[in-house]
């Protein structure tokens, strides 16, 4: 069984910097993928960025060259460096274990407002 933990949402004014954090109860190197989702009001929850083990990363098209995901496999944390934010970029965000694989896990979510 593991657990997520997310934080590291508040509120930031349109264009700033925020960073997001996932702690992981469990190793994350039981997970080739390690993501971050998030979910607007009135949208579906919507994929944001995803880490495989080895560090390659995928962004939705959205918040490329804004947004790096990381993981620090033996600190077992997964981060969501955001740059350059939006007022459209509100939205509550959850980080994701294992999408890819037999099992999957998710944090509880953090709200993230930038406000114009």
């Known amino acids: 069984q593991v657990q997520l933990v997310d934080s590291g949402g508040g509120w930031v004014q349109a264009g700033g910097p925020l960073r997001l954090s996932c702690s992981a109860s469990g190793s994350i190197c039981s997970f080739n993928a390690m993501g971050w989702y998030r979910q607007a009001p009135g949208k579906q929850r919507e994929l944001v960025a995803v880490v495989l083990r080895g560090g390659d990363a995928n962004y939705a098209d959205s918040v490329k060259g804004r947004f790096t995901i990381s993981r620090d496999n033996a600190k077992n944390m997964v981060y969501l460096q955001m740059n350059s934010l939006k007022p459209e970029d509100t939205a509550v965000y959850y980080c994701?274990?294992?999408?890819?694989?037999?099992?999957?896990?998710w944090g509880q979510g953090t709200q993230v407002t930038v406000s114009s």
């Open positions: 994701n274990a294992g999408l890819d694989g037999p099992y999957n896990y």
